[in-house]
T-cell receptor, first 115, second 110 residues
Framework: GAVVSQHPSRVICKSGTSVKIECRSL??????MFWYRQFPKQSLMLMAT?????????EQGVEKDKFLINHASLTLSTLTVTSAHPEDSSFYIC???????????FGPGTRLTVL | AQRVTQPEKLLSVFKGAPVELKCNYS??????LFWYVQYSRQRLQLLLR??SRESIKGFTADLNKGETSFHLKKPFAQEEDSAMYYC????????????FGSGTQLTVLP
């Protein structure tokens, strides 16, 4: 149990376009979802925390207008990278957790390449 | 502010040798510490947490509040232990927001 999926696993887009990444908890209800960014050979950097039905809380330095997060249901959160630029190219990872399960379960990640 | 430090980016040991991956933290409250592992081409997964005081795949980790450390240890490393290991600290509350260390790439040589 406790599987988290992400879609797509890999996306290539042109500079200036927007890209949406989905994160789903497949067999449990996630009251909280987290979005991370991972640069090559570096650690995960938390971007934002989203709770179902409320606005996401962004970490310092993360542009909320650029990285739009929606957590409309207990099993789905989306991250939209708006007006993407090459510097947005990265590996984006989501995780989901509940207060009951007391841990986070990670998705497989999405590789974004902006040309 | 909370912080997790893993001083070793790379660590190589021979099969059967003991291994210790270091983790130090700074946190003003009562910390909850975790070790996550990421095998090649796989997602990040929880290895163990300090509150469980468990041994997973032969790994153990003891929280030392005096030294603010949570080192991961295994007495006899196996080749399948080769992976990226992340130490993480959780803030209090149900959100369980995690702060990750920079990670240590462990390679177990045959």
């Amino acid at each position: 149990g406790a599987v988290v999926s992400q879609h797509p696993s890999r996306v290539i887009c042109k500079s200036g376009t927007s890209v949406k990444i989905e994160c789903r908890s497949l067999d449990f209800q996630a009251t909280t979802m987290f979005w991370y960014r991972q640069f090559p050979k570096q650690s995960l950097m938390l971007m934002a925390t989203s709770n179902e039905g409320s606005k996401a809380t962004y970490e310092q330095g993360v542009e909320k207008d650029k990285f739009l997060i929606n957590h409309a249901s207990l099993t789905l959160s989306t991250l939209t990278v708006t007006s993407a630029h090459p510097e947005d190219s990265s590996f984006y990872i989501c995780s989901a957790g509940t207060s009951v399960k007391d841990t986070q379960y990670f998705g497989p990640g999405t590789r974004l390449t902006v040309l | 502010a909370q912080r997790v430090t893993q001083p070793e980016k790379l660590l190589s040991v021979f099969k059967g040798a003991p291994v210790e991956l270091k983790c130090n933290y700074s946190y003003s409250g009562s910390p909850e510490l975790f070790w996550y592992v990421q095998y090649s081409r796989q997602r990040l997964q929880l290895l163990l947490r300090h509150i469980s005081r468990e041994s997973i795949k032969g790994f153990t980790a003891d929280l030392n509040k005096g030294e603010t450390s949570f080192h991961l240890k295994k007495p006899f490393a196996q080749e399948e232990d080769s992976a990226m290991y992340y130490c993480a600290l959780s803030s209090s509350g149900s959100a369980r927001q995690l702060t990750f260390g920079s990670g240590t790439q462990l390679t177990v040589l045959p």
